[in-house]
């Protein structure tokens, strides 16, 4: 990628040109990777282009990324744009509420994201993989994907809310798997909220299948209070008038952290083991460092920190393949990057697919490279050319309870199974919603170590 600090005949950065009524929205739906690394490729490190709601601004270089989340992050909110893909299902849950709300609430969840809390729930993580791990049988066929987001739905329930969802993980899947493809169709994204596209009844009707489970949970909890978990934090909680949370609300951060706890973490898991059944050499050297620091036994938090290829292993699966491929804001005061002046009413795009893949940070940035992972290459890598889990005050505040689990479950399934790609499935074909999910579901072949 070049920088390009050239202005339009508007004084506004190059970018690509539109389509009438729909700008660059279909092209975005049509090829979102190809859309958004072409843009950087050809206009640099700051691109824009007008759009039906707005100036739209990509950013492609790590300094005015920082700029925007972490140094001048009070200038931005995560606006309507974001608000109109996610509000009809997570409501005005921590991911996408703002102000006082927001501080509100992630003040009182924050506790079950704290360092002690996380290493209880290590012991669970290992012990509900070794659980799932059982239907498992040699050479065996099993859907990946579908495997991790039941495991990881699972632990999530149990981890952050105290319950079981046995019952539920179906319901829940389906309704996860309706909400994102509807929610990234060009309807959905172009059309005034008002209207009622197809892709907007199939939201609705998501949401009210996926309130017919947790309604029952939070009342659950109600009837039967604990110390410990989000649920009965959110049950406890009044504001400065003496008045308790809705249902409605509490739902809405329940509905978040349920939905938004599971899916990356699933999702991590899928990519990683897709690149290393095509990463044979990175897969034994995994394999041999599970051996030597575990001896056949389960992964414990007190093992992490021998585990250090495992570690890069996981970053570098999400360098490649970032769960959450882009992240937006919309500016509430003006702010200047790269010279140009940011108004409100545009929107800025920050894609971490991009970054994570420029060769100016990487070396080979195409290639699964584990062993990149050095200290030193760390200590000199700009502070967000890599950013999976955002940054700033808005960094997701489950990132270490993501990295335990994934490092937990990836030791436990490798040190007892080899996974191979079923033919035909050696390239990944990725959705580009709030996540970066697989178009298909991803068979592999599982054998007994």
């Not at 006082?100 to 290493?119: G, K, S, T």
């Not at 319901?171 to 309807?187: H, K, N, P, Q, R």
């Not at 790269?338 to 009413?345: A, L, M, V």
């Not at 937990?408 to 990944?428: K, S």
């Amino acid at each position: 990628m070049r920088s390009d600090t050239s202005s339009s005949s508007d004084g506004q950065p190059p970018g690509p040109d539109g389509l009438p009524l729909v700008g660059n929205q279909l092209a975005f739906v049509r090829d979102p990777y190809g859309f958004m690394t072409r843009t950087a490729r050809e206009y640099g490190d700051i691109a824009s282009w007008e759009e039906p709601t707005g100036r739209v601004y990509q950013l492609n270089h790590p300094d005015h990324i920082e700029q925007v989340l972490v140094g001048n992050n009070q200038h931005y909110v995560k606006g309507e744009q974001f608000q109109h893909i996610l509000r009809p299902v997570t409501g005005n849950g921590i991911l996408n509420s703002e102000g006082a709300v927001w501080r509100r609430n992630r003040h009182l969840i924050q506790p079950a994201f704290a360092p002690d809390r996380i290493e209880e729930y290590a012991e669970m993580m290992t012990a509900f993989t070794e659980d799932a791990l059982e239907a498992w049988a040699d050479g065996q066929t099993r859907l990946f994907h579908e495997d991790m987001m039941e495991l990881t739905l699972r632990i999530v329930a149990r981890a952050l809310f105290g319950v079981d969802i046995d019952d539920h993980v179906d319901t829940i899947g389906d309704v996860l798997e309706e909400f994102m493809l509807a929610s990234e169709s060009l309807s959905h994204l172009v059309l005034p909220p008002g209207i009622p596209a197809p892709s907007r009844r199939r939201i609705r009707r998501a949401r009210e299948k996926l309130d017919a489970v947790i309604y029952p949970l939070i009342e659950h909890r109600r009837t039967n209070p604990t110390d410990r978990g989000v649920i009965s934090k959110l049950l406890e909680v009044t504001d400065e008038r003496g008045t308790a949370l809705s249902d409605e609300q509490i739902r809405d951060e329940v509905v978040t952290l349920l939905l938004a706890g599971h899916e990356t973490t699933a999702l991590s898991l899928t990519f990683t083991a897709h690149l290393l059944a095509r990463n044979p050499a990175v897969e034994d050297r995994l394999v041999a460092e599970l051996e030597a620091e575990l001896d056949g036994e389960a992964p414990t938090m007190a093992d992490l920190s021998s585990l250090s290829y495992t570690e890069r292993v996981v970053k570098e699966s999400m360098r490649l393949y970032p769960p959450v491929p882009g992240i937006v804001r919309e500016p509430v005061k003006p702010d200047i990057i790269d010279g140009y002046e940011i108004q409100p009413g545009s929107t800025v795009r920050m894609h971490q697919w991009v970054v994570h893949r420029d060769p100016r940070w990487y070396d080979d940035p195409l290639a699964f490279h584990p062993e990149r992972w050095t200290d030193e290459m760390e200590s000199e890598l700009p502070k967000l050319a890599y950013f999976p889990f955002a940054a700033g005050p808005r960094r997701c505040i489950g990132d270490r309870f993501a990295m335990l689990e994934a490092r937990l479950i990836l030791a436990t399934i490798y040190q007892n199974y080899h996974l191979e790609l079923v033919p035909g499935t050696e390239e990944l074909d990725l959705l580009a919603t709030i996540t970066a999910r697989p178009k298909h579901e991803i068979p592999m072949t599982v054998h007994e170590r």
